[in-house]
């Protein structure tokens, strides 16, 4: 069974730091492009940031870029986040979605073919 299990969210004050884990199961990451995504209370699913399937490429939404870093451990199968200087406005359910079988990564939700579960991240004094 293909799975992927988000993991390393929690409650943190403005300014702290996270790590997020994206973990698949069931198949390997090695060919395949890597999204996170946020979703906030009210508001659409957005893209964070993606990682192409060999971490050649990245992208980063202009919200996150310079604070947030996207990598990944092909050999543990895990792709990461690690978000730095956090704000009140990053809290979101944190989703990890797998692109199958294509290096490049989208910052399209339609664009993906296996979503985890979700992660929640807040972000508050």
């Known amino acids: 069974q293909l799975q992927l299990v988000e993991s390393g969210g929690g409650l943190v004050q403005p300014g702290g730091s996270l790590r997020l884990s994206c973990a698949a199961s069931?198949?390997?990451?090695?060919?395949?492009?890597i999204g996170w995504f946020r979703q906030a209370p009210g508001k659409e699913r957005e893209g964070v940031s993606c990682i192409s399937s060999s971490g050649g490429s990245t992208k980063y939404a202009d919200s996150v870029k310079g604070r947030f870093t996207i990598a990944r451990d092909n050999a543990k199968n895990t792709v990461y986040l690690q978000m730095n200087s956090l704000k009140p406005e990053d809290t979101a359910v944190y989703y990890c979605?797998?692109?199958?079988?294509?290096?490049?990564?989208?910052?399209?939700?339609?664009?993906?073919?296996?979503w985890g579960q979700g992660t929640q991240v807040t972000v508050s004094s």
């Open positions: 979605a797998a692109r199958l079988l294509n290096y490049y990564c989208s910052g399209s939700t339609t664009d993906y073919d296996y």
């Open positions: 069931g198949f390997t990451l090695d060919y395949t492009a």
